[in-house]
């Protein structure tokens, strides 16, 4: 059983930047990525980034491509996810989600594991 924890979220402004941290426990040798999702208030929740665990290619929604990072420390078990210049559409609970069966990356549905996530409010 993967553990994940959030953290790095709270207020900010629009423009400004913001960097989450997702640290996982637990049995990580047999993840294939990593992703970040997004649920804003009455609305589904959304893919937001992914990451192999043991490469290197990444990949981003449409509507963060050219703001967000997402990266990894695999020596610390950890993921990144630096967010810049922020919209009040950002606005959500951030998820870190751990997917050991497919290499999909982008739908929720294929991520086994979740943390309990991190709000992320952007006021304009």
């Known amino acids: 059983q993967v553990h994940l924890v959030e953290s790095g979220g709270g207020v900010v402004h629009e423009g400004d930047s913001l960097r989450l941290s997702c640290v996982a426990s637990?049995?990580?040798?047999?993840?294939?990525?990593v992703g970040w999702f997004r649920q804003a208030p009455n609305k589904a929740r959304e893919y937001v980034a992914a990451?192999?665990?043991?490469?290197?290619?990444?990949h981003y929604a449409d509507s963060v491509a050219g703001r967000f990072t997402i990266s990894k420390d695999n020596a610390k078990d950890t993921v990144f996810l630096q967010m810049d210049k922020l919209k009040p559409d950002d606005t959500a609970i951030y998820y870190c989600?751990?997917?050991?069966?497919?290499?999909?990356?982008?739908?929720?549905?294929?991520?086994?594991?979740w943390g309990q996530g991190t709000q992320v409010p952007v006021s304009s």
């Open positions: 989600a751990v997917d050991q069966r497919t290499y999909i990356m982008t739908t929720a549905s294929t991520y086994e594991y």
């Open positions: 990451i192999l665990w043991r490469g290197d290619e990444v």
């Open positions: 637990g049995p990580m040798l047999r993840t294939i990525s």
